[in-house]
């Protein structure tokens, strides 16, 4: 017996076509920003700063990377990172999947009430200045393992976890389980979690992703150089490199105004930006003038006591 051959149709082919032209600019659009950023770490960064870096690097250099690396405290940032990831995701792996298997069991006492304690502080918390607070009372500023307490658990991710237990897990393997004589301490490492490991890889990846690119609580908990992430560390190169580039343009600015208006032929504009000081210097004083008399006035008034 022949096969069956399906003929496609122009308009067939032609809807093929546009969908293949689509999906090219859509990857194109996705994965330019990151071709970009690769190929400007490596050019030049005065061609960078003029716009002539698009498609090649221009001016290949590796200093960037030189600069960034010849820096101890990345390296101290990496391994605090790596510290943080792995104890926070196993911290919260801890506590996320025995709650969701004792939240699935429709035989715990107080469940429904459980749930809503959990769900209430899911959607509404005390704020940023009462949790830090509260973290200071307690001693917990300034503390490599409030990095891991402050975010150890989620309760999305427990109720997520919670659902797939519902649904994957019967209630008849926990009934013949505990007829065999299973507690719930075997019942839930012989029969549930064997059957659950999808969810552990995917909970895994979740507390592991959220570990590695959090710097808001060390940003707020932390003041110490030793305890700081990854991101805190490139964060404050960043802004050292910004600092010290202000620092010269505003040298270099200081050192051209000292000079002679015709030499660098620049002078009309010193002196319109030295008139417009002064214009603005008299209106502040204008202003001070009029808000002095009606302060007077507002007192011979009797509306402001002496």
């Known amino acids: 017996m022949k096969p069956t051959i399906i003929r496609r149709t122009r308009a067939d082919k032609l809807f093929d076509t546009l969908n293949v032209i689509l999906m090219a600019i859509v990857l194109v659009i996705t994965l330019y920003p990151l071709y970009f950023v690769l190929i400007a770490s490596v050019s030049d960064a005065y ?30 940032g ?32 107080g469940r429904r009430l459980i749930n809503v304690f959990f769900l209430i502080p899911m959607y509404f918390n005390g704020g940023l200045i009462p949790t830090y607070l509260v973290m200071k009372k307690i001693g917990m500023v300034n503390q490599w393992y409030s990095l891991i307490l402050i975010a150890a658990s989620s309760v999305y991710n427990m109720i997520v976890t919670r659902a797939y237990f519902q649904s994957n897990v019967p209630e008849e393997l926990y009934e013949s389980a505990r007829i065999d004589g299973a507690n719930e301490l075997k019942t839930f490492f012989r029969i549930a979690l064997p059957l659950v490991k999808p969810i552990l890889a995917v909970m895994m990846l979740f507390f592991a992703v959220a570990r590695w690119n959090d710097y808001f609580n060390a940003l707020i908990y932390t003041t110490k150089n030793e305890y700081l992430p990854l991101q805190m560390v490139l964060r404050s190169i960043l802004l050292d490199r910004q600092a ?53 006035g507002r007192r011979g008034e009797g509306l402001i006591p002496k």
């Open 244 to 296: 010290e580039g202000g620092y010269l343009r505003h040298g270099r600015r200081r050192h051209q105004e000292r000079r002679p208006a015709g030499l660098y032929g620049r002078g009309h504009e010193i002196r319109a930006d030295r008139r417009f000081l002064r214009a603005f210097a008299d209106c502040l004083s204008l202003r001070a003038e009029v808000l002095c008399d009606r302060h007077d």
């Open 78 to 109: 990496y391994r605090n990172t790596l510290f943080y990831t792995l104890t926070g995701t196993f911290f919260s792996l801890i506590l996320t999947i025995p709650s969701a298997y004792a939240l699935s069991k429709k035989t715990l006492p």
């Open 47 to 76: 061609e960078v700063a003029k716009g002539n870096v698009f498609l090649w690097p221009k001016g290949f250099t590796a200093e960037s990377y030189l600069n960034v690396f010849k820096e101890n405290r990345v390296w101290l």
